[in-house]
């Protein structure tokens, strides 16, 4: 497989219109608490919406309000625009930006008279018993849905070979990023986002082809010497390799990270009990310490960032937020504190989608860099 071509991270409307070609259904899904594994098992393409390379948003924007984040709004422009051509919306209640996408794109979609199909998973900001229990109930409802709108009947012994398939990719995926725990790297963290991002789009037994190609060439790439300092990345959904680019133009080697469509995205293994699928599913993606949103978790993402920076020989932290984004400006505050106590250069940065001020980003990163040369 030439691997490479698809590293141009675009937004691959062309595989999602071959999978609707071919009878079956494609479904949007905004944030990553959406359980992939389900519309895996009926037959349903899992879409991750992204803004990838969204150079205008004014419809979004226009929608969705000023204040709004510069994600939320261009998503909303692909999908008014026709980049994403699909069959509905799943999304989660990540936070009120993202919520909001379906309700604006509900209103668009009858005006012009387009059948969609619209499911917003309630997901739990707590992690208990009972928060479990309650998340369980909403996915049963997700499938009966799924199986109306697919035809498929959605068994265990799907949902079980769904979940062995994206765990096949999660242990993949980790090998990609084991390879940037080296002094030298044949990585960089641009190259891995756009590796990530490839994902999104992707029916998962064409990524994990996809992995095996880039882990099989790992070997013949050269090792990255030209940097000064080893950093990890954490905020926002980021799905902008220019970005990770623009940091590593200063000589800051992105070598870990906590984004959406990075780690957070194919992480941990999902490991299942026989006797109740959906339940381990829900326990899943309600566990992964992943987001600000959750309001019992915050110390997991702590210690998830302070631990992978040990892991990966990070020698600072960047934390990038979109502007607006009410989620990652608290935590970051908090992350701050969190970082000084453990006496860890860090340097946050406000961003938009659309890379603006490079010029001032590069002073930044680049003051960071020398700052921590100088340590
Ligand atoms: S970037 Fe922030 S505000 Fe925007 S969708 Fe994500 S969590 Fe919500």
Redesign the pocket.
Known sequence: MDYKKILNSEISAETIKQWRESGKKALGIVCCHVPFEILHAAQILPVRLRATSCKDCGEGEACLGPQS?S??QSILQYLIDGTYDLDGLITSN??S??SEIMGHWRTVSQRENRQQFFYEIGVPRVNNQASRNYFRGDLEEVCKELERLSGNEITNEKLKNSIDTYNEARRLVKQVYDLRKAENPVLSGEETLRITLAAMEMPIEDYIEFLKAVLADAKNRKPIENFGARVMLAG??LDDPEFVKAVEACGCLVVADLNSFGIRFLRDELVYDNSDIIGSIAKYYISRSSCPRMMDGSDDIHDYILNAAKEYNADGIIIER?K?????ENEASILGEVFKSADIPYLELERQERMSAGGQLSIRVEAFREMIENR
């Open positions: 984040c994600f939320t990540g936070c930006a993202a926002s959904a979109l607006h984004c009410e989620k990652w």
